[in-house]
Structure formats: C-alpha cells, structure tokens
C-alpha cells in the first residue's frame, strides 16, 4: 500500500512575550482558527494520519492539538525543532502508519516540500510555505525507510487563507 504524507508548518505564533524562548511561544487567535480549519478541511478530504511526528516547539503540539485528531498517536521529537530537510527525511524513515502528519518549521519544512515532490503544485504559496502550509502527497513504497526525494505526487496543498477566506 502506498504512504501518504500530511506535510504541515505549524500554524501562526504570537509574538506578544518578547521574553520567552523562541520554542516556547505559543499560537495566537488566528493561529488556533487555522489549525481548527486545517483539521476540518483534512477530515473533509478524507486524510486523516494513522500517527503525528511533530517538533516539540509550543506552537507545533498547539497546532497539533487544535488539529483535532485526538485519537491519533502523536510523537513529539526535539529532532524536528527548527530540523533541516535531511533530518526530517531522517525521522520520516522511521515512522510507522500508512498515513504519517508531519508538523515542522520554516525554513526545514518548506525545503522537505520541495525536494520530496517530483512536481510542485500550482499554489502561489508553495514556495514560501507560510504558517500553516500543508501538502498532501503520496509515495509508491511501502516502507517509510524507503522515501526518497522527488518521488511524491502531490494530491492536494492548501494554506489556511484559503480555508477561512
């Protein structure tokens, strides 16, 4: 069966406690809407994860949580905090599920959506990725630990503006 992978930047943060680390800061109002749309629209398409892998950053287990897959199992890794590319590679060869929801950072998470596909979608907002970003794409493996780059077929992308427009 083939892998599909929910590839998703964390939703919008608040920059209002200047004096809390970067990995601490929390989503703001607008970030909670659009993850809450997020896991609306991935129910509605019928991409629901069988497991989360998510950077351990306050912001990402927000948008996780907000996401609403409750019964999902979730692993928060510190491995995918501000992770590049080849460190998510990394942890995805790893995963288990046939469905996997990635949740990461800028600028990591936007270079993994690039390499990993073969064709880019045609989304103005692709190649910025910005807060919230998710890709849907489907890989003909059977393993995780078989993932290469170039190799995904985009099924859908979507950012949050395009939710709650």
Known sequence: MPKRLILMRHAKSSWNHPGLEDHDRPLNDRGRQSAQALGVWLRAQGYVPDAILSS??????????????????????????????????ATLRKAEGDCVLLLGHNPGIAWLAELLVARP???????DYPTGATLVADFGIDAWAELEPETGKVVNFTVPRDLLA
């Open 56 to 89: 351990t950053a306050t912001r990402t287990r927000e948008s996780a949580a907000m996401l609403g897959f409750d019964d999902v199992p979730a692993t928060f890794t510190h491995d995918l905090y501000l992770a590049d590319a080849g460190d998510m590679i």
């Open 121 to 127: 979608p045609a989304h103005g907002r692709f190649a």
